[in-house]
Structures are given as C-alpha cells and as structure tokens.
C-alpha cells in the first residue's frame, strides 16, 4: 500500500512570496510525523493544503489515495484536523460544538449526541461541557479541539501546533493522548511544532522546514547521530572571539547566543581538559561551561545555520 | 571600571495646545483611514439628499404651508443633510476612544506627560473639524445642484459652527460611553439611540406637515430647534434670533457632553489609582 | 486525560444535508439569543421607519392610494427587515471568517449547496421574525390590510425573497472578501437597491430622474408584490383592493431573477474559498 500521507513539489505562493517551496512527503500509515520548523517556516500553509483548506499554487498531494484538490470531499471524510488558533465560538457550549462538529461529518443526530459525551469524557471536559467556550482556559480549548478533530474517527489526524501555549501539565496530557491514539487506534498522526522536545518524544520521523523547504528528513534519532559531535557552549569574561581563534582545532564552530561561543567537540569528552588548559594558557576567564550531546537543534543549526527560537523551554502557561 | 551615570536629559514638555493639536491630527487621520465611517457620513446623506429630493419634492410643494417657506425639498434637506454627515462621523470618535483603551494606547498616554484634557481636547476637536468640513462640503455639493443659501455667507458661517458644535456633543456622548465601557461594540450599540434621536425631529420632515403625535414629539426635540432655525437661516434669510438659536442649543449639547466626558475620564482615572 | 475504551459505533447511516442546515439554523439562532446586539438595532430600523414615515407623511395619505399611509410603509417597512436579515447572515459569517471558526465548515465533508442552504435557511429564519415583528408594530399602529389572510401571505412572500435576494448578495462579498471590512459595501448596495425605487411615494409622485430608475429596478415589483394586500392596485388605478395576480407576478419574476443571478453570484466566490 502507498503512503497514506503524499505530497509532490507542493508549492504555495502568495504573490511574490513563496511560502512553501517544493515539499515533498511520504507518511506511511501508522506513523507519527513532525513537521518542525520555526515561526514563518510554511508548516501550517502546508498543513492548510493536505488538509484542502488552500489550494496549491503548483504540486500535487494525496491523502488516503485521495487528491487533494480533485478528490477533497473524500479527503475530508479520512481526516481530522486541530489548527493553531482553536477554532470556536465563544458562545457556543462544549457539548453544543461537538454536537454541531458531528452532524457536519455526517453522524446522525442520535449517535452524535452519544459520541459526544464520550468524546468530552475522553478528554476530561465533562464537568465544562455546558459551559461555552468562551469561558474555557487554553488547554481546555485545545484539548476541545482535539476532540472534535477525533468526532468521525479519522484514520489521518493533522494538529497544527498543538502545543504552543499550553502549561506542562496539559502538554503531557496531549502527549500522552497523541500516543494512545497511535498505539491503540493505529491513527497516522501529523503534527507541526516548533518545539524540538516534542519532537523528539513523539514522531518517529521528522521533517525539518524552514523558509518554505524541507532541509532534512528522517528519523530523530538518526539524524542526530549524522550530526556526530556533542556541543560545547562557553561563556567568556569579554569579546568570545579571540578564545573562539584559539579553539579552532578542537572543532567546527557552531551557531549560538550572541556573547557566547560554541563548536562540535570532535574528540567528545575526552578533549575537555585540553579545551580548559588552551583557554587558560590564553588567559581566558571562563564564566559557564556545558557539554551537551547533540539535540535536534544542532540538527537544524547544522542546516540552515541558526538555532531554532524559544527551543528547549516550554512556553509559559497562558 | 568606574560608570558614570549621566543626568537624564530634560524633557521638552509641549504645551497642552500643542499637545491637543498633535492628539487632535491623529484622530482625524483615524477617521480618514476608515472607509467604513465614511460611506455612513459621506455616501449616504449624500445619496439620501437626491433620492428624498426627488421623491418628496412634489407631495411637499402640494402643500402650502411648505411651499410658503421652501423653494425646493432640498432646500429644506440641507442641514438635515449636513446633520446626518455630522453624526454619523462623530461616533467615530467614541469607538476610537474605546479602542485606544483596549489596545492600552490610552494608558500609554497617561504614563506620558500629556495632560488629561488634552487627551480629551484631541479627540473631540477631531470631530469638531470634521463636522465643519462636512458641513463645508456637503452645502457646496447640494448648492451645486440648485439648493440655494438665503441668508447668505451669515447662514453659511452658522451651519459651520453648529456642525462643529454637534460633532463635538455627539462624539463627546460617544467619547464618554467609550470611556466608560472601554468596549468599541458598546459604544456602536449606542448608534440607534442618535437614529431614534434624529427621526424623531423634524431633522428630515417638515414639522408644518405632521400631525398627532409625532408632531408633539417633535416639537419639544433639541435636534428639531436646531434645524428649524438653519432652515429659516437657509431659506428665508438672516435673522440674528435664528442664528443665536441654532448656535447656543448646539453649544449647551457640546457643553453638556464635554462635561460629561471629562467626568468619566476623572472617574477612570480615579479608579486607575 | 482519561483513555476510556468505549466505543460508540457510528454505523453506516450517514446523516444528509437537512440535519446540517437545521443545526446550521439552530446555530445561529442560538447567536442571536446569546448576542443581541448584532440583530436588535436591524430590528429598530425597520419598527422606526414605519412609524414615523407614517407621523409624517400622514397627511399624504391619499397620494398613497388609500389614505393610509402606514398601509403604504408598513410593508416597505418589512422590506428593509428582511434585507437586514440577509445583510446581518452575512456579516455573522463574515465574523465566522475572521475567527476562523468557518474552516469548521469548509473541513466537513459536505456539498458547497449544503453550506450556502444553511446561511439562506438561517436568514429565512431571522426575516420571519423581522416580519412578525414590524407587522405586530403596524397593527397595533392602525394600519389596514384590504386584502387580508391572502395580503399577508404574499407580504411574507416577497419578504422571504429579499431576505434570501440580501443574503446571496452579503454572502457573496463575504466568501470573497473574508471580512467584516465588507460591511459598508453590503450596505450600499441593499440601501440603493432599496430606496431607488417606489419604497417612499409612489411613482406618480416621483420627480427628475427618480422615476425612470424606480421603472426599471426591480425592487418596485416586489414593493408591489409586497403591497398587494394593504394597497390598491398601484399601476392601474382604480382597480380596486384584493390581491390579484396582475399585481403579483412581476414581482414574484423580479425575485426570482434576481435571486437566479445572485446564487450565481455567491457560489462563485464559495468556489475560490478552497478546491
């Protein structure tokens, strides 16, 4: 069988700016897949066109042997999306908007009544259901959307950044309902982020993407690996440039904070006291020193040359 | 190393005229670039000035006791024209007030060493020219088309100032729901209280005509004094009592909801602490 | 989170298009209750316009036909109802665009006639009430309606064909635009179509250019069809009351032209919001 999940040189422009750039993708069914890309990067455009809310400039793409464009009504019967800004209204109760979610989808009114409370109790909002949802926190609201996206049992779930703005506690709820969908439901999964922890504990391969292009693919754990060498990251008392000339042999320098400095430490470990006695022979005043073995965001330093924004800190609780 | 800490430099205060005229560009310009308030105040009583021209003007002129005064129905429309301009552009000036609120512009200002009434002057005065230049545009527009100024310049100078004067009490009245509410939608809902306040006077319909209760209604209605009095400045001529009328009703409308406005803006800054 | 395992089977049956419109509907109904102030002032307007077009034109009540100048603006009065339901449909799904509350609808698997039935149904739901209430307003006002039972049907009538008329239009700006930035257009648009016709004095009472664009809009044959019961026969005078099918049918062609060239309109611009 194909990639449930396919897509072919998806472009996207918008007049002169070219926001996605030629995308090619295979998801296999099953899988969970990242897109992981800074803000701006096209993760959600391209979203928006495997889900057929936007239509492509130029490309192609299937979902389930469906196209996109040509097919989009059947396309739309496999999938279940959850956007970036939860879509709801404000004046609509819990229960009134997964009533409403499922007779678009075409549940007969009865059932939908029913599949509607288990939906909420699945994602604890029983309690709030008759509340509207103006009245709901952040993680209620996403956790809402989750379960709309689920009301027809798609075979192919999109969530566009589920995260972004979510406090810890609810994050690993999400995570850890992202998982059960996928293991118990055999649900494929694709979800954008640009948080690299959420990578890395979820998908079981990635797409790195930015300005539009995806620059690397593949498994987390691999393309880590194909970086090879741990991160050094020191801070110096004054200008880190002459210490970062003398560090040279020891490794590639690598993007970091501005006042800091940071390269691949070739020989590992093992050249720490090398690297320390270089430094002091320079009179070097070292401030902070950490090791760190490469990370998803050395992955993506080493492509595009920047480290990805807001990485490894949760965002703060709304 | 030693660090100086330089003096922090003097900070030219500008005086509350300046202050009012600076905060008084950027309301204007606010409306401006809103096409949504200039079709209601520049299309539409446009738009209804001819089509009631045309529709009306033969049922009015069958009737002598509108004919004795009015060469034309839109002779009487004028003011009534220039009035709807004016209102409609004026509550501008309240959701704008609670938009700056809403965004935290307004708080911006009263960190700054903006005084309080300039804030308030600036808004308003907005309106005020505004009114005027609608009053300007709209008479040059229907005297084109054959409406005629009795009363000369005089009549011409007095429409001015009372679109002026109104564009500051209408916008005054939104600028202190606006304050109040802080809420750009509450002040919108108020729009039908100044469409009520409008059609119940003789703003579009000849009051000589009416009959009932309407015309009892009508009668006691400020908005009607006003009219009435540029009316007879418009179509009869000029008469120093018709001017005095329309110029002070218009003024003690302005005053009031100035007073209006400055107290709430004391009351929120009371309660701000 | 809890993971419960219990399934509810969704069976085979698919619900069809009806359940979608009727929850679309009920949807909207609900905005209403729960948000006033986006509906009432479009229900002032109207309520407003009859009674003091009647106070002041009263004395030209025989200029209208009957001597009853509330005969003549009650049913104009519903007209403009109803086109402000259609207009405020529009601007409710305008405000679904901007909350991106609408790609809900454009991610269901249902026809694009699916989605523009639920918007019409909704505004035919919202010009009923309009209607009720402008003609509950001009019955207590005294006006007098000849042609009775039959009167008021054809008044509903051609006020659910101008409600569906501002609704086509609205929407089809709105699936363009995708904004509340295109409310003043809308707005125009109905108010010309509205008023450049026999909404405020009758034809023969018309002066300068107005009577020749009232001939030819087609607003004053639904005003006809729409005064068919509260005003006498308005193009053949003295035909006497009773509504006839002579008053009626250019207006029932007007509405249903328009309404033909307007859903052409509207499905257009559903067709560029996605494949």
Known sequence: ??????????????GDLVAVDGVDLAVQAGEVFGFLGPNGAGKS???????????????????????????????????????????????????ELVHLQAVLHGIPTRVADQRGKELLDRVGLTGAADRR?????????????????????????????????????????????VRYLNRERGTTVLLTTQYLEEADQLAGRIAIIDHGRIVKKGEPRA?????????LM????????????????????????????????????????????????????????????????????????????????????? | MTATVAAPPVVNRPSPVRQSLLLSRRAIFAVLRQPQVLVPSIFFPLFFAALNAAAFDRITSQQPAFAAQFDSF???????????????????????????????FFDRLLASPVSRTSILVGRLAGGAVLGAAQALFFTGVLVAFGARLHGGIGALLVLVVCSALLGIGIGGFGVMLGIRTGSAEAVQGSFPLIFVLMFTSSAFFPRELMTGWYEVVARYNPISWILEALRDLISIGWSTGDAMVAIAVSAAIAAGSVALSLRALRRRLAAAG | MTAVDARVDLGTVRSGPAAIIREMVARNLRGIRRQPATFVPTLIMPVFFVITFSGAYG?????????????????????????????????????????????????????RLTLLGGALAAALVRALLTTTVVLLVAVVGGVAIPGGALGIATLYLSALGIAVVAALWALGLVYRVQSTNVGPLIQVGIFMAIFLSTAQVPISAMSGWL??????????NVLRLARAGFVPDQLNPPAGFGVSWAEMWPGLVALGGTIALLAVFALRGMRRLTP
Request: charged share 20%.
């Open chain 1, 234 to 318: 020191i801070e110096v008392e004054g200008d880190p440039g002459p210490a970062l000339e003398r560090l040279a042999r020891f490794g590639e320098e690598r993007p970091c904070e501005p006042g800091m400095l940071a390269i691949g430490l070739e020989g590992g470990a093992q050249q720490l006291t090398a690297v320390v006695r270089e430094l002091d022979e320079a009179g070097v005043a070292v401030r902070h020193m950490e090791l760190n073995a490469p990370t998803l965001d050395d992955v993506f330093a080493e492509a595009t040359g920047r480290r990805l924004e807001g990485a490894d800190e949760p965002a703060p609780a709304p």
């Open chain 1, 223 to 231: 393309l880590k690996e194909e970086v090879g060498s741990p991160t």
């Open chain 1, 133 to 177: 949802v103006g009245t709901y926190s952040g993680g209620m609201r996403r956790r809402l959307d989750l379960a709309l996206s689920l009301v027809h049992e798609p075979e192919v779930l999109f969530l566009d950044e589920p995260t972004t703005g979510l406090d810890p506690m609810s994050r690993l709820a999400l995570w850890e309902e």
């Open chain 3, 211 to 220: 009577p020749g664009v009232a001939r030819i809009n087609p607003m004053t």
């Open chain 1, 1 to 14: 069988m194909g990639p449930i999940i396919e897509a072919q040189g998806l472009e996207r422009r918008f």
């Open chain 2, 74 to 104: 839109l002779d009487f429309l004028l003011p009534a024209t220039v009035l709807q301009g004016v209102l409609f552009g004026s509550t501008q000036a309240g959701t704008e007030m609670a938009n700056d609120i809403e965004n935290g």
């Open chain 3, 59 to 111: 004395f030209a009540g025989r200029a209208f036909g009957n001597g009853n100048a509330m005969s003549w603006y009650a049913p104009m009065a519903i007209i403009q109802g109803a086109s402000f339901a259609g207009m405020t449909m529009g601007l409710s799904t305008a405000r679904d665009f901007e909350s991106g509350f609408f790609d809900r609808f454009l991610l269901a698997p249902m026809g």
């Open chain 1, 45 to 95: 455009t391209t979203v928006r066109m495997l889900t057929t809310l936007l239509k492509p400039t130029a490309g192609t793409a299937r979902i389930a042997g469906y196209d996109v464009v040509r097919q989009a009504g059947d396309v739309r019967r496999c999938i279940g999306v959850a956007l970036q800004d939860a879509a709801i209204d404000p004046l609509m109760t819990g229960s």
